[in-house]
């Protein structure tokens, strides 16, 4: 079984400031993360992806996230947020057996940037 | 390379008519999935086709099918709509079984009255 839980529905900051968003992850199996972020009206666009090789992703627009095994967790940061930041992120949680493709993904984390 | 593409990008229609989307991959990848996104239960996996077989389905009504065509463009079809059914549909390609980065369209929005 998997699970994805993002931590915070909701996140808020002044631009120029760091962005934190927080997703821990369940799952029976050594798993593929990825971060997706979904703009207004738009579909979902990969920003980043964990698939067993280094532990720290660079992903675009500036953003990575860093596997946590012990944790289990893959936290999306970005140093300094931009207003063009705002929008949704999607935590997902991938796992193929067999050739079937099982995808959980997260309930979504809505980033706000204040000018 | 193109992305994936759907049409339409809105449908407005009322309760109990059927409807059809249209999802075309990013060239040459053989697997399709589609989801259905509301607010109140977020992104859910409806049924995923791979060389014009389903592979994987969710936990929809039958009034939810699909098909994937030899040239692996998918469509979706939903009977006696609902309410309930308006939601932005999105697909999703991927290169093969093996795969399982994938890459999301724009979406089609739909809206039952």
């Known amino acids: 079984a998997q699970s994805v839980t993002q931590l915070d529905s909701h996140v808020s900051v002044s631009e120029g400031t760091p962005v934190l968003l927080r997703c821990n992850y369940s799952s029976s199996y050594s798993p593929s993360l990825f971060w997706y972020v979904q703009h207004p009206n738009k579909g979902l666009q990969l920003l980043l992806k964990y698939t067993s090789a280094a532990t720290l992703v660079k992903g675009i627009n500036g953003f990575e996230a860093e596997f946590k095994k012990s944790e289990t967790s893959f936290h999306l940061t970005k140093p300094s947020a931009h207003m063009s930041d705002a929008a949704e992120y999607f935590c997902v949680v991938t796992m193929i057996s067999g050739g079937y493709q099982k995808v959980t993904f997260g309930i979504g984390t809505k980033l706000q940037v204040i000018p | ?113």
């Open chain 2, 1 to 113: 390379k193109a992305g994936v593409t759907q049409t339409p990008r809105y449908l407005i229609k009322t309760r109990g008519q059927q409807v059809t989307l249209s999802c075309s991959p990013i060239s040459g990848h053989r697997s399709v999935s589609w989801y259905q996104q509301t607010p109140g239960q977020g992104l859910q996996f409806l049924f995923e086709y791979f060389s014009e077989t389903q592979r994987n389905k969710g936990n929809f009504p039958g009034r939810f099918s699909g098909r994937q065509f030899s040239n692996s463009r998918s469509e979706m079809n939903v009977s006696t709509l609902e309410l309930g059914d308006s939601a932005l549909y999105l697909c999703a390609s991927r290169l093969a079984e093996t795969y399982n980065e994938q890459f999301f369209g724009p979406g089609t929005r739909l809206t039952v009255l």
